[in-house]
């Protein structure tokens, strides 16, 4: 069930095929009322780890931290080695390296300080407010935390994480940045 | 081992910065830099003043803390050619600022993190940081290199960059266990070799230098004292 609220409202109507018998008409269900057809063991195993799946997805929505023991069930599930933090590398080419470090240096230059890269993000108070890495963080002279993130034009991932670092600090500035 | 101070002005003296120079003259430097930012203040220009107190004496001066924006900086000098850099800034100093330093002055710069982990659930992340800046530029900005074992958010993560030293002791690097890779006792070690002796407060003599640079944002700053910052770090009250 929490994963049908996560996801919408619990008893909106889903489209689960056409009726052979009936040209033009679908099965329609309210989703929190179909059930899914499977032996009693299937269920059983599914609720277990459904149970203790909900606070793992509810800690990654929050940005909460996990550790790799808690996140057990997830990574059996997905088979993803998210959890396993292999930190993404300083820099993807050449062009965004030097493009970034020209981009510290003068803000450095300008009095920025609190400088963090590929680091989980902080606020200006220095309190972690997710645990995203934003390519490049500081604190400007009138104390606004600003948020980089160099993108290339073909990635297309740069809005999802500017819409992220925004919500973990709404005080902060974000600027997306693209490069070759 | 034991920190600066027994650890007794931690947060202040958990992340410290060394650069070559005097201390005066670096004092000076900054305070022309910051009167220079767009951001200054015309109604307060800032001030250089001389302390001649102890260490502990001096660092007093740089209270209360202050967020975000520091206010206060502390130059003090050393029985060595290195001066000693300490702010207010809550809830670490930022000795990492002494890179721009380091380059605009064209001299070393090291910046120093030492901070005892205090368990899984505890508000203190542990770390043993060392970074060396030159008047260069380098691969990473002007940083020659960085030895960083960090707890960051509950997730232990251990970097190098830059170029080996040849005093590193390289072959700890590849321990299986990556809090064995680098520690405090290994920090100390390297300072050491550089001529600095972080950790034992008879390093700190002669005059501080303080400079305090007030700005119109810094208004809005929330102003911590020394107690507040360390209960928020779950440690005692700290020097009275």
Same mark, same amino acid.
């Given at each position: 069930?929490?994963?049908?609220?996560?996801?919408?409202?619990?008893?909106?109507?889903?489209?689960?095929?056409?009726?052979?018998?009936?040209?033009?008409?679908?099965?329609?269900?309210?989703?929190?009322?179909?059930?899914?057809?499977?032996?009693?063991?299937?269920?059983?195993?599914?609720?277990?780890?459904?149970?203790?799946?909900?606070?793992?997805?509810?800690?990654?929505?929050?940005?909460?931290?996990?550790?790799?023991?808690?996140?057990?069930?997830?990574?059996?599930?997905?088979?993803?080695?998210?959890?396993?933090?292999?930190?993404?590398?300083?820099?993807?080419?050449?062009?965004?390296?030097?493009?970034?470090?020209?981009?510290?240096?003068?803000?450095?230059?300008?009095?920025?300080?609190?400088?963090?890269?590929?680091?989980?993000?902080?606020?200006?108070?220095?309190?972690?407010?997710?645990?995203?890495?934003?390519?490049?963080?500081?604190?400007?002279?009138?104390?606004?935390?600003?948020?980089?993130?160099?993108?290339?034009?073909?990635?297309?991932?740069?809005?999802?994480?500017?819409?992220?670092?925004?919500?973990?600090?709404?005080?902060?500035?974000?600027?997306?940045?693209?490069?070759? | 081992?034991?920190?600066?101070?027994?650890?007794?002005?931690?947060?202040? !003296?958990?992340?410290?910065?060394?650069?070559?120079?005097?201390?005066?003259?670096?004092?000076?430097?900054?305070?022309?830099?910051?009167?220079?930012?767009?951001?200054?203040?015309?109604?307060?220009?800032?001030?250089?003043?001389?302390?001649?107190?102890?260490?502990?004496?001096?660092?007093?001066?740089?209270?209360?803390?202050?967020?975000?924006?520091?206010?206060?900086?502390?130059?003090?000098? !050393?029985?060595?050619?290195?001066?000693?850099?300490?702010?207010?800034?809550?809830?670490?100093?930022?000795?990492?600022?002494?890179?721009?330093?380091?380059?605009?002055?064209?001299?070393?710069?090291?910046?120093?993190?030492?901070?005892?982990?205090?368990?899984?659930?505890?508000?203190?992340?542990?770390?043993?940081?060392?970074?060396?800046?030159?008047?260069?530029?380098?691969?990473?900005?002007?940083?020659?290199?960085?030895?960083?074992?960090?707890?960051?958010?509950?997730?232990?993560?251990?970097?190098?960059?830059? !170029?080996?030293?040849?005093?590193?002791?390289?072959?700890?690097?590849?321990?299986?266990?990556?809090?064995?890779?680098?520690?405090?006792?290994?920090?100390?070690?390297?300072?050491?070799?550089?001529?600095?002796?972080?950790?034992?407060?008879?390093?700190?003599?002669?005059?501080?230098?303080?400079?305090?640079?007030?700005?119109?944002?810094?208004?809005?700053?929330?102003?911590?004292?020394?107690?507040?910052?360390?209960?928020?770090?779950?440690?005692?009250?700290?020097?009275?």
């Amino acid at each position: 069930m929490w994963l049908l609220r996560r996801t919408g409202d619990p008893s909106r109507r889903a489209n689960f095929g056409r009726k052979m018998s009936e040209p033009g008409e679908s099965w329609e269900f309210s989703f929190d009322a179909f059930q899914f057809p499977a032996c009693r063991a299937c269920n059983e195993y599914g609720a277990n780890l459904e149970e203790r799946t909900a606070p793992i997805v509810a800690k990654l929505l929050s940005d909460g931290e996990l550790s790799a023991r808690a996140a057990e069930p997830v990574v059996r599930i997905w088979g993803s080695g998210a959890v396993s933090g292999t930190a993404e590398p300083k820099s993807r080419s050449a062009t965004r390296n030097a493009q970034c470090q020209a981009d510290i240096a003068a803000s450095q230059a300008q009095g920025c300080t609190d400088f963090r890269v590929n680091q989980q993000q902080v606020d200006a108070n220095g309190v972690r407010v997710g645990t995203n890495r934003p390519d490049v963080q500081s604190t400007d002279p009138n104390g606004t935390r600003q948020y980089q993130e160099y993108d290339t034009r073909s990635s297309g991932r740069g809005p999802a994480h500017g819409t992220r670092i925004g919500n973990n600090d709404p005080a902060g500035a974000t600027t997306l940045l693209i490069v070759p | 081992m034991s920190l600066l101070l027994g650890d007794s002005w931690a947060p202040v !003296t958990s992340e410290v910065g060394f650069i070559e120079g005097d201390a005066s003259e670096l004092a000076a430097f900054h305070a022309r830099w910051l009167d220079g930012l767009a951001a200054a203040s015309s109604e307060r220009p800032t001030q250089v003043t001389e302390l001649s107190g102890a260490l502990e004496t001096n660092l007093a001066a740089l209270l209360p803390l202050t967020k975000p924006l520091r206010q206060r900086f502390l130059f003090q000098s !050393t029985d060595s050619a290195w001066t000693a850099y300490f702010d207010n800034g809550t809830p670490f100093a930022d000795a990492a600022s002494l890179s721009r330093v380091a380059r605009d002055v064209g001299c070393r710069a090291v910046r120093v993190v030492a901070i005892v982990d205090s368990g899984p659930s505890a508000p203190r992340r542990g770390a043993a940081i060392w970074e060396l800046y030159g008047p260069t530029k380098t691969e990473f900005l002007n940083y020659v290199r960085t030895v960083s074992l960090a707890n960051d958010g509950g997730k232990w993560r251990f970097d190098v960059g830059g !170029t080996p030293q040849p005093f590193e002791e390289t072959e700890r690097y590849q321990a299986k266990r990556m809090r064995d890779r680098f520690d405090v006792e290994m920090l100390e070690r390297y300072l050491g070799a550089l001529g600095i002796r972080a950790f034992d407060e008879s390093f700190y003599v002669g005059s501080g230098w303080l400079v305090d640079a007030y700005r119109d944002a810094m208004a809005r700053n929330v102003e911590v004292t020394l107690a507040e910052a360390r209960g928020a770090l779950g440690l005692d009250t700290g020097p009275a």
